[in-house]
C-alpha cells in the first residue's frame, strides 16, 4: 500500500505564494499522482495531476496558478501555488493509484490518500 505523507500548509497571504509536500513510500512503478481540495461545505475536488512518465494536467479551474512537479530523489510530489487567492483556502490532499491509461480527475480512481494538510489565505 502506498503510503502517502502531506506537509507545508499554513497561511498565506493573498496575492502570495505556498508549496505544499507530499512525501510517497511504496509507490508503483507506473502510476498517477494527484492533488485535490476540499473548501468547507464543498465537495473534493482536482486540482493537478502528473503520471509515471512526468505528464501532467490540470483542473480547468486551477491553471495557470498552480504547479506540480515530483522529485524522485527525494520521493516527493510538490504543488505550487503562486498569486493565492481567498477560494483557494481549502484543505489539500495528495492521492496515488496505478496508472491505466491516463490519470484522471475522479476521486474513485484514487485508493491511496493522504491525510491532508490545511491553507489558509490570508487578505
Known amino acids: 500500500r502506498v503510503q502517502l505523507t502531506e506537509s507545508g500548509g499554513g497561511s498565506v497571504r493573498a496575492g502570495g505564494s505556498l508549496t505544499l509536500s507530499c512525501h510517497y513510500e511504496s509507490l508503483y512503478e507506473t502510476f498517477c499522482m494527484a492533488w485535490f481540495r476540499q473548501s468547507p461545505g464543498k465537495g473534493r475536488e482536482g486540482v493537478a495531476l502528473i503520471d509515471s512518465d512526468g505528464r501532467t494536467n490540470y483542473a480547468d479551474t486551477m491553471k495557470g496558478r498552480f504547479s506540480i512537479s515530483r522529485d524522485n530523489v527525494r520521493s516527493t510530489l510538490y504543488l505550487h501555488l503562486t498569486n493565492a487567492e481567498p477560494e483557494d483556502a481549502a484543505v489539500y490532499y495528495c492521492?496515488?493509484?496505478?496508472?491505466?491509461?491516463?490519470?484522471?480527475?475522479?476521486?474513485?480512481?484514487?485508493?491511496?490518500w493522504g491525510q491532508g494538510t490545511q491553507v489558509t489565505v490570508s487578505s
Open positions: 492521492a496515488a493509484d496505478f496508472l491505466v491509461g491516463y490519470c484522471p480527475f475522479d476521486l474513485a480512481y484514487y485508493n491511496n
